[in-house]
């Protein structure tokens, strides 16, 4: 689940913030102007959803 905040407010909570991304696994979209502009994410989420280019047999079929 993912929760949207300005960037004013992650300026002013960063350190909540953080404790939401890795204690409860949380997505935050940071906004500026009402545009999604970055995404803090978990460390062990990003690593999870990468492709591993190097093992071409572990490449989703893409025909």
Excluded: H, Y
């Amino acid at each position: 689940m993912s929760k949207s905040v300005s960037a004013m407010e992650v300026r002013q909570n960063f350190g909540a913030l953080l404790n939401e991304v890795s204690i409860l696994g949380e997505e935050i979209i940071i906004e500026r102007a009402g545009k999604p502009i970055a995404r803090l994410v978990p460390i062990g989420d990003t690593e999870e959803s990468k492709l591993d280019f190097r093992d071409i047999v572990t490449l989703p079929n893409l025909k």
